[in-house]
């Protein structure tokens, strides 16, 4: 079977759908779990002030940020100051987008408890929420400096999930490794090791730490569709398809399963299984180049160049430029199998300019096996191919050798959760 979408830029669009779906680093709802506080002059519930504290707890739990804020100015107002209130309103701050004002009220708990994880775990968010994961990483190695070794599993969680986002999976894994150690065993953290086992093409370790999630969570979303992916990538089509089958029966009408299912089933030459996900999958919202790239290789395959012409075209319309490339070559062979050879010679020069823009040296590998195993099929475009095949192999000379594996997806690319 011809599938022309090149693995490499299938893996691409796959972790980056799969990645719409992975939440960034959170505390527990508000408010944090609190470490209990007592003062001098007898319990913390006999202090002035308390009464308001509590009131803005209770809003807080109810997502009344404003009026919780409120409370909490009133009971210090009244000489309340514990690291509990500054975390909390701290957090309320936060759950505002209010950054500034969350930053100070946490640097004040902080400062009042500093072997306390959750001050450096919510200012890890702070930052988190204006993008600066460099910042949310200092704060958090700050944090595991200060805090007993016992406390700091979340802090390791916190700074494992950073490094993802950084793309320092090496990083990452030693982080989630160690809040295992201390006890942070929930499934969210098997998971992003997971993920980041599958970033560097560490596929059986991914499938064990998905497997383990779901060993924990039988219904963990995530890790049955990564575990899929996973599967997939590394051509183990039938546990993949019965991945994505469990997730259908729960959901049927999940399209971006039926878009992953219809991948697997393309590989796996179940050409009239994988068009239906496709169809299905772009007809309920899931429109996206991948999806768009294997209709058009399904179609192809079906002998219905014009249709899968008209995939390509929606996937162009899309103007992502990480799958330029990809689609322009995609678009070149529907042509040249259309004997329209001028136009088909036009893009893929412009594909084959791309590739060499970014040396991409395996999308370039792969535009030419595609297209030496159409003129094997299509007999007729051997002659006019010729040059194509040429310039395609010049090209690959050019760029630097990359490290390639037939069981990865693709060759590793920046990519953020």
């Not at 400096?145 to 969680?157: D, F, I, N, W």
């Not at 969570?217 to 993949?240: A, D, M, P, T």
């Amino acid at each position: 079977m011809i599938v022309i979408v090149s693995n490499v830029f299938a893996f691409a669009m796959q972790l980056a759908i799969l990645s719409t779906a992975n939440g960034n680093y959170r505390t527990e709802p508000f408010p944090v779990h609190l470490v209990s506080t007592k003062q001098d002059k007898g319990p913390i519930e006999q202090s002035p002030g308390y009464a308001d504290y509590a009131q803005g707890l209770l809003y807080g739990k109810q997502e009344h940020y404003d009026q919780a804020i409120a409370a909490f100015n009133k009971a210090e107002a009244k000489g309340f100051k514990t690291f509990e209130l500054f975390l909390l309103r701290g957090q309320a701050y936060l759950e505002l987008k209010r950054y500034e004002e969350a930053q100070t009220n946490i640097l004040q708990a902080i400062a009042m408890q500093p072997q306390n994880p959750h001050g450096y775990s919510l200012m890890a968010m702070v930052h988190q929420g204006t993008e600066q994961w460099e910042k949310a990483v200092e704060a958090l190695s700050k944090g595991i400096a200060a805090v007993p070794k016992r406390a700091a599993g979340e802090l390791y969680q916190a700074r494992g999930i950073a490094n993802i986002r950084l793309n320092k999976q090496e990083q990452a894994i030693k982080d989630l490794s160690q809040a295992l150690r201390l006890g942070r065993t929930a499934p969210v953290v098997y998971y992003k090791r997971g993920r980041a086992f599958a970033e560097l093409g560490r596929y059986k370790e991914a499938i064990d730490d998905f497997s383990e999630a779901l060993n924990k969570q039988k219904n963990h979303h995530r890790s049955l569709l990564n575990r899929g992916w996973v599967y997939g990538c590394i051509g183990e089509f039938k546990k993949s398809s019965r991945d994505f089958d469990q997730l259908l029966s729960e959901n049927q009408e999940d399209a971006l399963v039926h878009s992953l299912r219809g991948w697997v089933r393309l590989e796996s030459d179940d050409v009239d299984g994988g068009l239906s996900d496709l169809i299905y999958a772009s007809e309920h919202g899931h429109s996206d180049p991948l999806t768009y790239l294997n209709l058009a290789s399904a179609f192809y395959i079906k002998g219905a160049l014009d249709k899968a012409l008209e995939e390509n075209a929606k996937a162009f319309a899309l103007q992502d430029s990480e799958s330029e490339a990809a689609i322009s070559f995609q678009k070149g062979l529907l042509l040249l199998v259309s004997d329209k050879e001028r136009e088909a010679k036009i893009s893929y020069d412009h594909a084959r300019g791309v590739a060499l823009k970014f040396a991409n040296r395996i999308e370039l590998q792969e535009a030419l096996a595609d297209l030496q195993d159409a003129m094997n099929v299509h007999k007729e475009i051997k002659d006019s191919a010729q040059e194509i095949v040429k310039a395609l192999e010049e090209a690959v000379s050019k760029t630097p050798k990359q490290e390639f594996s037939a069981k990865r997806c693709q060759q590793l690319r920046t990519r953020q959760e």
